[in-house]
């Protein structure tokens, strides 16, 4: 599959690399195998035939697999980084030298070349955006209006990237039909919670070494995401406070049985804060005051907003790299503050990002909705769509049998006492 490729365009670190990452993406294809059942399909059935695609994800292992499968459905694919610092550089160069994949990324890329390649990605002229966060489809449809014709659709990976794209529709600017693949049950329950949950405390052990056990590690956000880094925290032996807005999961995270708190009494107690939010500033100048000396904070929402950096970065009289992705911010008060993977992703920044077997479902959904769309082409109105119910059981099915368990059936009886309403008590 890998002997005869054309090197296409690219601008990735180092395209030597390619080696590394190629072993580093077949490791990875072992835990796939819902989407190597999907990439098989896709080169006989070839449903993207034709179609221009842009994928804007995380350049990791298990994008590859996504990649492979869109280029296997014969889609024309160009791959762009949705985070500066998320992607695998050899990762990059494999998919350039050994699955002839366009990719522009770089781990550390700046501010301007994350929006270069972007504007690169946009000049191929896609039919289909995968977006995760939504930075490719808010640059179309604030920057090439010319280009909305040529949209069949999106489909959006992650919860901030639904959240705009709900905010574009309440706007009246979303001309095209977007699916939801964050809010497939194969997506979130999975890749936001157990993903999220693991690799997040495996970015903070990674970028420090540190003994979690009988550290108070603070959560910031009890969704899906926050739900996972608390149930691991705990497993790991943290004591967790929660901090929420929503009296709702509030109350789900006291009965979860941690305690819950605001930030602004959390801030003194905590070792360890982590926030999940999706929201901007949840960690504020007041909090870092109170902190106690060498407190860690990190992020692994989508976007680096969620600690206030700019405001720790006035209140420090010293910044200084102590570790990879860790730098210690001195405060004028005497304390320091120790920030982790620049407040992004910490889960990507400093670790590989979820474990494939989590990806292996939230990727299947992403290659079935652009398979849906193109089926649909001209059918559906702009709007959000979800995931069909039976993409997504299908999806729970195929992971399942993977996993070699089996589970009942419902019997015939069963299936006529679901549907009647005349059997009570
Ligand atoms: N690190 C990763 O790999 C990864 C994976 C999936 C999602 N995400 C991102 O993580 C973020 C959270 O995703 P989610 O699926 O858990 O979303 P969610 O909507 O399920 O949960 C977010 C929670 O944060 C709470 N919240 C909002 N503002 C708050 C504040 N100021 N203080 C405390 N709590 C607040 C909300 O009430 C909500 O319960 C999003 O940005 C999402 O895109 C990251």
Not at 126 to 146: F, H, K, W, Y
Not at 184 to 207: C, E, M, V, W
Not at 240 to 247: K, L, N, Y
Not at 320 to 332: A, E, G, H, I, P
């Amino acid at each position: 599959m890998t002997a005869t490729v054309t090197q296409p365009k690219y601008d990735v670190k180092d395209i030597s690399l390619a080696p590394q990452g190629k072993q580093r993406i077949e490791w990875a294809g072992r835990e796939m195998p819902v989407l190597r059942q999907i990439q098989e399909r896709f080169a006989q059935t070839k449903p993207l035939a034709g179609i221009r695609l842009i994928a804007c994800c995380h350049v990791t292992t298990e994008t590859a697999h996504l990649a492979i499968a869109l280029k296997n459905a014969g889609a024309d694919a160009i791959l762009i980084a949705s985070n500066p610092l998320s992607t695998q550089d050899d990762v990059a160069a494999s998919l350039v030298v050994d699955y002839g994949i366009p990719v522009y990324a770089l781990k550390g890329e700046d501010n301007d070349t994350y929006h270069r390649h972007v504007n690169i990605a946009l000049d191929h002229k896609p039919n289909i955006i995968i977006d995760d966060g939504s930075d490719v489809t808010a640059t179309l449809v604030q920057e090439r209006q010319d280009q909305l014709p040529d949209i069949i659709g999106t489909t959006e990976e992650t919860t901030t990237g639904i959240v705009r794209l709900q905010a574009m529709l309440n706007d009246g600017v979303l001309s095209f039909p977007a699916m939801n693949v964050n809010d497939a049950d194969t997506k979130h329950f999975f890749d936001n919670r157990y993903g999220t949950g693991q690799s997040t405390l495996d970015g903070i052990i990674r970028a420090t070494n540190v003994l979690l056990a009988g550290k108070t590690i603070v959560v910031a956000g009890y969704g899906w995401c926050g739900k996972g880094v608390a149930m691991r925290g705990r497993g790991l032996g943290g004591n967790i406070i929660v901090t929420e807005i929503d009296p709702t999961k509030a109350i789900e995270a006291v009965m979860d049985g941690f305690r819950v708190m605001p930030m602004d009494e959390a801030a003194s107690q905590g070792d360890v804060f982590v926030t999940v939010t999706g929201n901007k500033h949840v960690i504020r100048p007041e909090h870092f005051e109170a902190m106690k000396d060498g407190a860690m904070v990190c992020n692994s929402g989508h976007f680096d907003i969620e600690i206030d950096l700019k405001s720790l970065g006035e209140m420090a009289e010293e910044v200084k790299d102590v570790r990879n992705f860790t730098q210690q911010y001195k405060l004028k008060n005497g304390k320091s503050v120790i920030v982790l993977g620049e407040g992004r992703l910490v889960n990507l920044a400093a670790a590989e990002g979820h474990p494939s077997a989590v990806m292996d479902m939230s990727f299947a959904n992403q290659a079935l909705a652009c398979e849906y769309l193109v089926t649909n082409k001209g059918k559906l109105e702009p709007g959000l769509y979800s995931i069909p119910v039976e993409v997504d059981k299908e999806i729970a099915r195929l992971k399942l049998h993977a996993m070699g368990i089996k589970i009942d059936t419902l019997t015939d009886a069963q299936v006529e006492y679901v549907n009647s309403w005349t059997a009570g008590t």
